[in-house]
C-alpha cells in the first residue's frame, strides 16, 4: 500500500463522538444463523471464519513460492518461474481481500508497507541490481518499504512488460546480470515469507503476534474496552479499504492512475494484475460483513446483527457490497488502458465503491444512515 492510518485511532474518534476481476457472490440473505448473535460472537467469528483462514491461505501460497524459487536459484527454469507467477497473484489475492480489516499488528507493526508499499523505486530497484552490494537477508531487509516485499518481487518475476523469461536470470554478459537477479530475488522470498509469516501468526492464538486473543477478550483489554470498539475498527477498516480504492484523493489506488493516466503509478503494474487486486480489496469487505471466506460456511456475522434490528439498512449495505463487487465487470481492458478507453466505466466503479462506503460510514455520527452509526446505536455488550 501507499500510505495507511492506523484504524484503532480512527474507531476511538467514532467512541468519542458517539460518547459526547471479478468472481462475486451476490447472495443478499443468510439464514444460518436465526437467533440473533453478541457481538463477542461476531468478533470469535471474524477470527475464525474470516481472517485465520485468509491470512492462512496467503501463508500457504507464500510456501509454494519459495518451494519454487529455491529450485529457480539452483536451476532457472520457465516451470517454476511460472509457479511463482502463478502462487505470487495467489497470495495477492489474499492479501488483497484481507486489506477489509487491516487491523492489528499488519497495522501497528508496520507489516503492511513493508511488504505491500507501491509504487516501487523502479531507478534504486535498478541501481541495486546493477551494483556489487551482497543481496542477503539482512541487506533486504533494511532496505526502505519500496525495495522490498510483493512489488520488487513482481518486478523481478515478470519483468517490464509482464515477459521475464528464466533465460534473463542466467545472463552474464549484460546489466543488470542474472546472478544479481537470483541473489535479490532470493533475498526478497525469505524477507516477504518471514513477514507473510507474522501476518498469518497474528490470528494463530497463543503466537508471539498474536491478535485473535485481543479481540476475544475485547471488553477486558486496554485496546478494545468494549466489544463494539472492536467491531467499530472493524466498520473503519471496511471503510478505509473503500477510501483508498475508490477515494478522490489524488493518491487513490484508481484515482490517481485515472487522474494522470500514468500508468506506472498503478498497483500490480508489472504482472498488469490491478482489476484483481481492487475486486479482491472490496470483495474483502463482504467477507467481513458476512462472517466468510471462499466457499467456508458463515459465521455469526455483521448482517445477523444489523439484520436482526435494521433489514433495510443490511439490504442496503448487500447491494451495495455486490453492486460494487460487479461493477468491476463492466471494465474490459487492463487497468492501464482502462483508465484511458474505458473512462466511464472506471468513474462508474469509483462511484459504486465510494456508494458503498456512504453506507459503512458516511462520516456523519449518529444519523442512523451506516453500519457505524447501527454499531454505535444497537450493539450494548
Not at 483462514?53 to 501460497?61: A, E, H, K, L, R
Not at 474505458?342 to 449518529?366: C, F, H, S, W, Y
Request: hydrophobic share 40%; proline share 4%; with cysteine.
Amino acid at each position: 500500500m501507499k500510505v495507511k492510518q492506523t484504524t484503532l485511532f480512527s474507531m476511538l474518534i467514532l467512541l468519542s463522538i458517539t460518547a459526547c476481476h471479478k468472481a462475486a457472490n451476490n447472495t443478499t440473505t443468510n439464514t444460518a444463523n436465526t437467533i440473533t448473535p453478541t457481538s463477542s460472537q461476531v468478533i470469535a467469528d471474524f477470527c475464525t471464519h474470516v481472517a485465520a483462514p485468509d491470512y492462512t491461505d496467503m501463508y500457504n501460497n507464500a510456501i509454494t513460492f519459495q518451494n519454487a524459487e529455491a529450485t529457480f536459484y539452483v536451476n532457472p527454469n520457465d516451470n517454476d518461474l511460472n509457479t511463482m507467477r502463478a502462487s505470487w497473484k495467489a497470495m495477492r489475492a489474499a492479501y488483497e481481500s484481507a486489506e477489509g480489516f487491516l487491523i492489528g499488528p499488519i497495522s501497528t507493526q508496520d507489516l503492511d508497507p513493508d511488504i505491500d508499499t507501491w509504487p516501487v523505486e523502479q531507478n534504486e530497484l535498478d541501481s541495486i541490481l546493477n551494483g556489487s552490494t551482497p543481496l542477503d537477508v539482512t541487506y533486504v531487509s533494511n532496505l526502505q518499504s519500496s525495495l522490498k516485499g510483493f512489488h520488487p518481487v513482481e518486478y523481478l518475476i515478470f519483468g517490464t512488460t509482464a515477459a521475464a523469461t528464466a533465460a534473463s536470470f542466467t545472463v552474464t554478459t549484460t546489466l543488470p546480470t542474472g546472478p544479481r537477479k537470483k541473489e535479490y530475488l532470493h533475498a526478497l522470498t525469505a524477507n516477504m515469507v518471514s513477514i507473510v509469516s507474522q501476518i498469518k501468526d497474528s490470528y494463530v492464538v497463543g503466537s508471539s503476534n498474536d491478535y485473535a486473543t485481543v479481540l476475544n477478550t475485547a471488553g477486558a483489554n486496554s485496546i478494545y474496552p468494549t466489544p463494539k470498539a472492536a467491531l467499530l475498527d472493524l466498520v473503519v477498516a471496511m471503510s478505509g479499504i473503500c477510501e483508498e480504492v475508490g477515494g478522490s484523493a489524488s493518491d487513490g489506488k484508481i484515482n490517481s492512475v485515472y487522474t494522470t493516466q500514468d500508468v506506472t503509478l498503478q498497483e500490480s503494474f508489472f504482472s498488469d494484475n490491478s482489476w484483481n487486486d481492487f475486486t479482491n480489496n472490496i470483495a474483502g469487505i463482504k467477507n467481513v460483513y458476512m462472517a466468510t471466506y471462499k466457499s467456508s460456511a458463515n459465521g455469526h456475522s455483521m448482517h445477523d446483527l444489523v439484520s436482526a434490528k435494521n433489514i433495510s439498512l443490511d439490504n442496503t449495505i448487500q447491494s451495495k457490497l455486490n453492486a460494487a463487487i460487479n461493477a468491476f465487470s463492466n471494465a474490459h481492458l487492463p487497468f492501464g488502458q482502462s483508465v484511458v478507453s474505458e473512462r466511464t466505466q472506471v468513474q462508474n466503479i469509483m462511484n459504486a465503491i465510494r456508494d458503498l462506503q456512504d453506507v459503512l460510514d458516511d462520516g456523519t455520527p449518529n444519523n442512523k444512515h451506516d453500519l457505524a452509526d447501527f454499531m454505535n446505536l444497537y450493539v450494548a455488550d
